[in-house]
T-cell receptor, first 115, second 110 residues
């Protein structure tokens, strides 16, 4: 079956531009996570959705970051007024349940470069 | 601040030998532990999960968990060049969240 997909795969933005990153989780998966991964580091948690509810956004670095999952499937991570420090790979992962004892399935990521 | 620590490496192992990867964690109440493999430029994929003390074997991979000492390890037997990757340790925190280590880069030399 289809895995997690993300688009675009690569995004170059000028500093100050707004960007929107899309995640299509595995169909029927309850949980959806957004992570930020810098080079040579592990994924850093950004936000968590259980169905359409955003239960945790404690990892969002600033109020320029906003995420939504309005119908409990596709999710969008939006970054306003991008800064150079936002350059990273943004990973989306989904999981069949709402408990962390289950595997998270990752999408291929979106590599964001802010110039 | 809950932490997961891994040696960044690189860890260089000859082909056919055993690769041993280690991870320590700070949250004593963590219950679920995962090893993910990440090839360069790719996303993480699950290798092993372990939930109770002791060893868990799956093919060439063995995960070991010691909750008293707060460490989890991954052994890869008969290492192959295709095992060359970064191995990420992830530990449960809260009901849904995982805390991730920075990963150990493993290089298998033919």
């Amino acid at each position: 079956g289809a895995g997690v997909s993300q688009s675009p795969r690569y995004k170059v933005a000028k500093r100050g531009q707004d960007v929107a990153l899309r995640c299509d989780p595995i169909s029927g998966h309850v949980s959806l996570f957004w992570y930020q991964q810098a080079l040579g580091q592990g994924p850093e948690f950004l936000t968590y959705f259980q169905n359409e509810a955003q239960l945790d956004k404690s990892g969002l670095p600033s109020d320029r970051f906003f995420a939504e999952r309005p119908e409990g499937s596709v999710s969008t991570l939006k970054i306003q007024r991008t800064q150079q420090e936002d350059s990273a790979v943004y990973l989306c992962a989904s999981s069949p349940t709402g408990h962390n004892s289950y595997e998270q399935y990752f999408g291929p990521g979106t590599r964001l470069t802010v110039t | 601040q809950k932490e997961v620590e891994q040696n960044s490496g690189p860890l260089s192992v000859p082909e056919g030998a055993i690769a041993s990867l280690n991870c320590t964690y700070s949250d004593r109440v963590s219950q679920s532990f995962f090893w993910y493999r990440q090839y360069s430029g790719k996303s993480p994929e699950l290798i092993m999960s372990i939930y109770s003390n002791g060893d868990k074997e799956d093919g060439r991979f063995t995960a070991q968990l010691n909750k008293a000492s707060q460490y989890v390890s991954l052994l890869i037997r008969d290492s192959q060049p295709s095992d060359s990757a970064t191995y990420l340790c992830a530990v449960s925190h809260s009901n849904y969240q995982l805390i991730w280590g920075a990963g150990t880069k493993l290089i298998i030399k033919p």
